[in-house]
């Protein structure tokens, strides 16, 4: 089945085909953080969002570029800056560390590039001079260029195909500096900002003197220059349709000639506790703050993708524990199937790990069949990536393997087999299984000494080994393939 998504630039379900005529190769830019605090939950939302999209399109046979800008410099950096008289480097460069931890925490694989804005001045500055060179662009008074919303339209271009703006509200000539404006002021938006007493030393040289860059220019910039002028997908969190992603738009669009993103997907917003998250009602979190709580990144990760990436979600502490007992439930069947599928030696054959599945290219023709197990899983992420009903799948195939466990009627052969399946379909969810307790060497060798002493018939020495281990927090099941260590 061929994937469908949810298209904001014409607000509507779309087949997804890509922009290579081979149907192979996908680019997707996702707008990335802005790097002046830690990201919040409700960033890291969008970033799981985008991981998934990346993930789908290559269980899907897609060769993906993912690329992911950092902003290193806007007017909220600026002012950080300014407030802690640091240097932009030392200031951003915390912060994008830490991003990138948090990322690993969440498991979202990591971007294949992640240009940051600073290392693309002379790429912006171009772009900048094309749209001045076709009249799109003007200097003002002031010493910054702006973008004219009224030459672009007079270009026979449109401004505002994400959202409906109201343009009888539009004022030639009227001009906003900031970087995030409501639409109710659709207004010549800054492309260069000319450098000003509070900007300190964070200026570049420019054909319009010293200054600095808008933020909506960076990712124009950034995008077309790492994936070309047109690419398949754009990213984002609803709340940067407008003005962010109109704004690349235009821009990409009046420089070029040329369609900029192909499709546009944009990520719901995130309640925390029923509540649009602020720091003084207390449910503004960081990752940090969750980790702290004792909650776990996968915990975190599940608990984000468990809804569709359209609906408003409200995350909570009670839906993260709720998180814990899901993946449990997985977990426990998981290990249950190793186990069975490593009870002979022949019967683990069947066995891949995720990473040397074989890709299939539906637009190439070569999509083999998926195994029964995978079907309904990936039927419902064609549906512009239904994770939700992606998830009922999953627990339906665990609740049918826990039955026929139960009953003793999978085979290792069946088991390892599904541990296949599994591995497949965590290819997209990414939210692994917890390796088997790991045993510390001195446990090991314990359990060593108490099989000895089994084995010579010694069980007062064994039983005395066991009561050790248990003190020691480790318990022994004893199973018909031999002994196993279990953390209590
Ligand atoms: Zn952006």
Redesign the pocket.
């Known amino acids: 089945m061929a994937l469908k998504l949810f298209n904001t630039l014409s607000r509507s379900i779309q087949e997804f085909t890509p922009l290579d005529s081979a149907g192979k190769k996908v680019g997707m830019?996702c707008?990335?953080p802005t790097v002046y605090d830690f990201a919040h939950i409700g960033n890291w939302r969008t970033f799981v969002f985008a991981d998934l999209v990346r993930r789908y399109l290559e269980f899907k046979g897609y060769a993906v570029t993912h690329v992911m800008?950092i902003?290193d410099v806007e007017d909220k950096i600026i002012k950080r800056v300014r407030e802690t008289k640091t240097s932009l480097r030392e200031f951003t460069g915390k912060y994008e560390t830490a991003f990138f931890a948090d990322l690993k925490t969440l498991n979202c694989l990591e971007p294949h590039q992640t240009p940051r804005a600073t290392g693309y001045i002379a790429e912006i500055i171009a772009l900048i001079e094309k749209l001045v060179a076709r009249g799109i662009a003007y200097q003002a008074a002031d010493g910054s260029v702006y973008f004219s919303i009224e030459k672009y339209q007079g270009c026979g271009c449109t401004y505002g195909r994400l959202l409906k703006l109201n343009f009888d509200e539009l004022r030639p000539g009227e001009r906003t500096r900031s970087d995030e404006y409501a639409k109710e002021s659709v207004t010549d938006f800054a492309l260069w900002k000319a450098r000003a007493p509070e900007d300190g030393d964070v200026c570049w040289p420019s054909p319009w003197g010293e200054g600095r860059p808008g933020?909506?220019i960076?990712?124009s910039a950034m995008?077309m220059k790492v994936l070309g002028e047109s690419f398949d997908l754009h990213l984002?969190g609803e709340d940067?349709k407008f003005p962010?992603?109109e704004d690349?738009i235009a821009q990409s669009e009046g420089a070029t000639g040329k369609p900029f993103a192909k499709y546009w997907l944009h990520g719901a917003f995130l309640l925390v506790e029923g509540k649009k998250m602020s720091k003084s009602l207390g449910n503004f979190f960081m990752l940090r703050d969750l980790l702290a709580k004792g909650f776990t990144g996968r915990e975190i990760r599940h608990l984000l993708l468990t809804a569709h990436y359209r609906e408003t979600f409200n995350f909570t502490l009670e839906g993260l524990q709720g998180a814990r007992a899901a993946l449990a439930r997985i977990d426990e069947c998981i290990s249950k199937l190793r186990d069975i599928s490593s009870s002979t030696s022949t019967g683990s054959a069947g066995f891949q790990p995720a990473g040397s599945q074989p890709k299939e290219n539906p637009a190439a023709g070569r999509m083999p069949a998926l195994p029964a197990a995978l079907q309904p899983f990936s039927d419902s992420l064609d549906e512009d990536l239904n994770i939700s009903a992606g998830w009922g799948a999953v627990f339906e195939w665990i609740r049918e393997l826990n039955r026929r466990m139960a009953e003793s009627s999978l085979s290792t052969t069946d088991a390892a087999a599904a541990l296949a399946a599994w591995n497949k379909i965590d290819s997209v969810l990414g939210i692994g299984t917890p390796a088997d307790a790991e045993a510390p060497a001195e446990i090991v060798a314990l359990l060593a000494a108490r099989q000895a002493a089994r084995q010579a018939k010694d069980f007062k020495k064994s039983d005395a080994i066991r009561d050790g281990l248990k003190a020691k927090g480790w318990t022994i099941e004893d199973t018909t393939q031999g002994s196993k260590l279990k953390k209590i």
Do not use: D
């Open positions: 830019y707008c990335g800008n902003t933020w909506h960076e990712c995008s984002g940067l962010h992603h690349e």
